[in-house]
Nanobody
Framework: QVQLVESGGGSVQAGGSLRLSCSPS????????MAWFRQRPGQGREGIAA??????????TYADSVKGRFTISQDTAKNTLYLQMDGLKPEDTGLYYC??????????????????WGQGTQVTVSS
């Protein structure tokens, strides 16, 4: 079981930026791929960004709702996954989760692809 610890959530005005961090208990390159999900009030958990964390396979993908505004990345030296969020909108408000998968890059934004989850960090964007 991989432990994932998120940080970096908070409150910001529309148009602002936040950077979320996720620190896994295992070496990030051994996790195959990781992703960020969010759960907006009254809605299910949706995948917004995913990244292959193995050096042999380079890939990333984004949900249309965040494409061009959010960037997923990793720092192998710090063993940390990031989500840089720019141009935040009130509809980005929600609980953000980090997740990891030991499986293949098949449906990387599908919640069922992931078996390890962080505790979540709240992001609130005011208008």
């Amino acid at each position: 079981q991989v432990q994932l610890v998120e940080s970096g959530g908070g409150s910001v005005q529309a148009g602002g930026s936040l950077r979320l961090s996720c620190s896994p208990s295992l070496i990030i390159s051994r996790l195959n791929h990781m992703a960020w999900f969010r759960q907006r009030p009254g809605q299910g958990r949706e995948g917004i960004a995913a990244l292959s964390t193995t050096p042999e396979f380079v890939a990333s993908t984004y949900a249309d709702s965040v494409k061009g505004r959010f960037t997923i990345s990793q720092d192998t030296a710090k063993n940390t996954l990031y989500l840089q969020m720019d141009g935040l909108k009130p509809e980005d408000t929600g609980l953000y989760y980090c997740a990891s998968s030991g499986g293949n890059w098949y449906l990387p934004l599908n919640v069922n692809e992931y078996n390890n989850w962080g505790q979540g960090t709240q992001v609130t964007v005011s208008s």
